[in-house]
């Protein structure tokens, strides 16, 4: 039997000709994003499920401890000193309200270059852990998760596999599309099939049915990144900080975000910190009041901080209290509840109250996506992300099987599926390819060296033509 006969699509009946071809075309397309994305998204779903149920269950910053409930808690001061003497050196940095009534509060102390987090039980005083600052399982799995342990290079190569996940789910939906059966056929399986029938009939169906969830967790995943995140969608969807009329540190909000962990709203990330120092703002604490911790809180609470929230103390002589509600912390399950609020740390006066009505359309799609693909919003978000994360596993080890059994035997080669000599529809194709580089930089990047590998050097090389057919 002929190799391109052991490698030809199921087209059906309705696909012949110039459609067939094109079908071929957008299969080996779909097959060379799929070389180079599949091992990214093993990798990305199986430490995503990970971290799901290492947040859940023990929590990020020790959060998780319970204690047994009193009548009254101690002064938040009265907790912080606790908290300082047991790290003598420390300098108080934050303070973590406690979710519920039975769980410890926890406050990060840094000492030089170390942040701690010191778990403190607010009705008896008692030290309850210290521990270092995001030094667990969640964590070691989360730099794998975003930067494969290799910082930016890490950043760059993930990014390019999300990238090139848009276009494994274009040219995998076009491939799935039923031709010549009905549309409610072509999204149940062929559970009777068997071999690799089978195997091409729950990689489609589960395919179809994930490609929206795994478009969303490619997005928000994505809006993180360094080339595509950073310097386009985060910079021009940033909160404009001159809306505020106070005047502004050299700091950013990211600059509140400890190493690698991201703790800041992604709307914010890039907003100037507002400075204290000055009598601009609103009426927030009552003139003449004290600006300290305990009024803070009380503050805090009395505009509608109710559980669990975070307040980070000033740093300098011109730095803010700063109060903070973001689902992506795990302070809420409701992202449009996030809110952010400055206070002069002189004056006591409201500096700054950024809520989630206040960002962009694209922000608040950040704050409501981040906190899906954290499966922070409830049970029910936990659940659909396990499921989408195994789905993720399957699709991939089914694609490879799919391969495995469709190549000749003994045959150490790529086996890509072959390309026509006559392209139809190449200018509307390529008009896709040059609107997806626009899009997703790297994506294009990458698609361009692939295309000039796949076109120029295989015409010369007939050794790399015979590896990569």
């Keep these: 039997m002929a190799l391109t006969d052991q490698i030809r699509p199921d087209t059906g009946p309705a696909t012949t000709g110039a459609r067939a071809r094109f079908y071929s075309t957008a299969w080996r397309w779909h097959f060379y994003a799929g070389l180079y994305v599949v091992p990214f998204l093993i990798m990305l779903a199986v430490t995503g499920l990970i971290m799901l149920y290492a947040a859940v269950i023990v929590g990020r910053d020790g959060e998780k401890i319970t204690v047994i409930p009193l009548d009254t808690t101690l002064a938040v001061s009265a907790q912080a000193e606790a908290a300082q003497q047991a790290v003598p050196d420390g300098v108080l940095v934050r303070y973590m309200a406690p ?27 008692d030290v309850l852990s210290v521990a270092p600052r995001r030094d667990a399982l969640y964590d070691f799995v989360a730099d794998i998760h975003g930067e494969l342990l290799l910082g930016s290079t890490g950043d760059f190569l993930i990014e390019i596999a999300a990238s090139l996940g848009m276009v494994l789910i274009a040219t995998g939906l076009y491939l799935w599309w039923p031709r010549g059966t009905r549309l409610s056929q072509a999204l149940v399986p062929q559970l009777r099939a068997r ?7 729950m990689h489609a169906t589960i395919g179809v049915w994930s490609a929206l969830l795994l478009a969303v967790f490619l997005v928000s995943g994505l809006s993180w990144a360094g080339v595509w995140g950073g310097k386009f969608v985060q910079a021009w969807s940033t909160f404009p900080a001159e809306k505020w009329g106070a005047p502004l540190s050299d700091l950013t909000h990211a600059d509140m975000n400890h190493g690698d962990a991201l703790e800041v709203p992604w709307a914010l990330e890039q907003t100037p910190m507002p400075a204290s120092g000055s009598q601009a703002g609103v009426e927030g604490l009552a003139p003449g009041m004290p600006v300290t911790i305990d009024s803070v809180v009380a503050f805090a609470r009395s505009i509608g901080f109710d559980h669990r929230f975070q ?17 992506m912390s ?22 700054a ?4 009505a206040d960002y962009s359309i694209y922000g608040k799609g950040m704050a ?6 954290e499966g ?26 799919m391969w495995w059994m469709r190549r000749p035997a003994g045959a150490w080669r790529i086996v890509a599926p072959p390309l026509p000599r006559n392209i139809p529809l190449w200018r509307g194709a390529m008009m896709v390819g040059l609107v997806l580089a626009i899009v997703f930089p790297l994506a294009g990047l990458t698609l361009v060296t692939v295309f000039l590998i796949d076109r120029v050097l295989v015409a010369i090389a007939p050794a790399a033509k015979a590896r990569l057919s």
């Design 99 to 125: 979710r519920s009534d039975d769980l410890a509060a926890v406050f990060r102390m840094d000492v030089a270059d170390q942040a701690l987090m010191v778990a403190v039980d607010p009705y008896r005083g």
């Design 195 to 201: 071999g690799r029938r089978w195997w091409k009939s």
């Design 311 to 327: 307040l980070d103390m000033p740093r300098d002589e011109t730095g803010v209290w700063t109060i903070a509600r973001d689902s």
């Design 330 to 351: 795990n302070d809420s399950s409701d992202p449009t509840s996030d809110r952010t609020v400055h206070i002069d740390q002189y004056t006591g006066r409201i500096l």
């Design 353 to 356: 109250d950024v809520r989630f």
């Design 368 to 373: 409501v996506g981040i906190a899906f693909h």
């Design 376 to 401: 922070d919003m409830g049970l029910w978000n936990l659940v659909l992300n396990t499921v989408f994360c195994l789905s993720v596993v399957f699709l991939c080890v089914s694609g490879i099987v």
